[in-house]
C-alpha cells in the first residue's frame, strides 16, 4: 500500500522569505498523482498545487512551486514570499493512476507553518 | 458557484450514541467522499459514491458506520453506536466525476467529539 510521510509535524517562517515542506511517499506504482493541500483553522482543505507523476517538470502555481524528485519518492513544496495566510496545516497526498475506480487519496500526517510578521 | 456544505459543524455525544451527519456537494458533481480526520493525521477516506452507487467503502467500520446518497446529490453519514475512538472531524468531498484528473472539493468538516 502507497504511504505518505511529512517528516516536519511543525515550521515556521518569516513573513515574505521563502520555505519548503518535505514529503516522502512509498509505492510501486509508476503512474499516479501528487497533491499538496492546504488547510487553514477553518478546516477547509484547499488544493494548493498538483503533479503528474509522468510529467518531468515541475508543477507551480504562483507563489508555490514543487520539487518532484520521482527516483527518490520525493515532492516538496516551495512557498516563496510567504504570506501571513499561508498559515495554515499543509498536507501531502498520493493517488493512484488506476482508472476510474481508484481514488484513495492517502494523505501525510500534515506539517503546521506558522508565519511570522 | 457555492461550495461544498456540511452539517452541523460540531456535535458533541456520548459513547453508545447515535450522530448523523449531512453534506450536500457542488451542484453538478457526480462523485461524493466521505473522509475522516483523526487529530493530528491526515483524512483517510471512508466512503466514495458515485452518484447514488458506492464505488468504495473498503474503509468503512460498517458494523457501525453507514451512508446512504438516495438522489444522487445530498448524502448522510451515520454512526451507530458511537465509540471514543471516533472522535475526529468527519470531511466530505465531491468531484465532477471519478478519475484521477478531477479535483476534490472540500467541505469545512463536522467535528465530532465523543465523551
Known amino acids: 500500500a502507497q504511504t505518505v510521510t511529512q517528516s516536519q509535524p511543525e515550521m515556521s517562517v518569516q513573513e515574505a522569505e521563502t520555505v519548503t515542506l518535505s514529503c516522502t511517499y512509498d509505492?510501486?506504482?509508476?503512474?499516479?498523482?501528487l497533491f499538496w493541500y492546504k488547510q487553514p483553522p477553518s478546516r477547509q482543505m484547499i488544493l494548493v498545487i498538483r503533479?503528474?507523476?509522468?510529467?518531468?517538470q515541475n508543477a507551480t502555481e504562483n507563489r508555490f512551486s514543487v520539487n518532484f524528485q520521482k527516483a527518490a519518492k520525493s515532492f516538496s513544496l516551495k512557498i516563496s514570499d510567504s504570506q501571513l495566510g499561508d498559515a495554515a496545516m499543509y498536507f501531502c497526498?498520493?493517488?493512484?493512476?488506476?482508472?476510474?475506480?481508484?481514488?484513495?487519496?492517502?494523505f501525510g500526517a500534515g506539517t503546521r507553518l506558522t508565519v511570522k510578521p | 458557484e457555492a461550495g461544498v456544505a456540511q452539517s452541523p459543524r460540531y456535535k458533541i455525544i456520548e459513547k453508545r450514541q447515535s450522530v448523523a451527519f449531512w453534506c450536500n456537494p457542488i451542484?453538478?458533481?457526480?462523485?461524493l467522499y466521505w473522509y475522516q480526520q483523526i487529530l493530528g493525521q491526515g483524512p483517510k477516506l471512508l466512503i466514495q459514491?458515485?452518484?447514488?452507487?458506492?464505488?468504495?467503502d473498503s474503509q468503512l467500520p460498517k458494523d457501525r458506520f453507514s451512508a446512504e446518497r438516495l438522489k444522487g446529490v445530498d448524502s448522510t453519514l451515520k454512526i451507530q453506536p458511537a465509540k471514543l475512538e471516533d472522535s475526529a472531524v468527519y470531511l466530505c468531498?465531491?468531484?465532477?466525476?471519478?478519475?484521477?484528473?478531477?479535483?476534490?472539493?472540500f467541505g469545512p468538516g463536522t467535528r465530532l467529539t465523543v465523551l
Open positions: 468531498a465531491s468531484s465532477r466525476g471519478q478519475g484521477n484528473i478531477n479535483e476534490q472539493f
Open positions: 509505492t510501486s506504482e509508476s503512474d499516479y498523482y
Open positions: 503533479q503528474e507523476a509522468y510529467k518531468q
Open positions: 497526498a498520493y493517488r493512484s493512476w488506476g482508472g476510474d475506480n481508484n481514488n484513495d487519496m492517502r
Open positions: 451542484s453538478g458533481h457526480a462523485t
Open positions: 459514491f458515485q452518484n447514488n452507487g458506492v464505488v468504495d
